[in-house]
């Protein structure tokens, strides 16, 4: 996920989100969000025990247990919407500036 904002000082910078191990995505815009997540906002919250992450760990079938553990990740991008992800872990990289 690449997003871009400005700072303080009117600089555009540009940061990056990957999540490692993804196995499934939702979104929603901020109009259709049905549960906004207001802690997420222009942040990455986690959850182990949302009812998503739950439903999608009991669609796992039997003898096929996932080897690793599963979080789910909630950003809430300010005009843009709710991203979710269920996934390994989630990586916030470096900010760069962008150039003018």
């Keep these: 996920m690449v997003y871009c ?3 303080d000082d009117g600089n555009e910078l540009q940061g990056y989100i990957s999540f490692k ?3 499934a995505f939702r ?4 109009a259709h969000a049905v549960n906004p997540i207001k802690q997420a906002y222009d942040s ?3 959850s182990d025990d949302s009812d998503w992450l739950c439903d999608a760990k009991a669609r796992v079938p039997e003898g096929n247990k996932w080897p690793f553990e599963r979080r789910h990740f909630m ?4 005009n843009t919407g709710y991203y979710e992800v269920i996934a ?3 990586i916030a ?3 760069i500036r962008v150039p003018s």
């Design 5 to 7: 904002y400005e700072d």
């Design 21 to 23: 191990k993804a196995v």
């Design 27 to 30: 979104f929603s815009n901020e």
């Design 44 to 46: 990455v919250l986690v």
């Design 75 to 78: 950003v809430n991008v300010s």
């Design 88 to 90: 390994e872990e989630c």
């Design 93 to 95: 990289e470096e900010t």
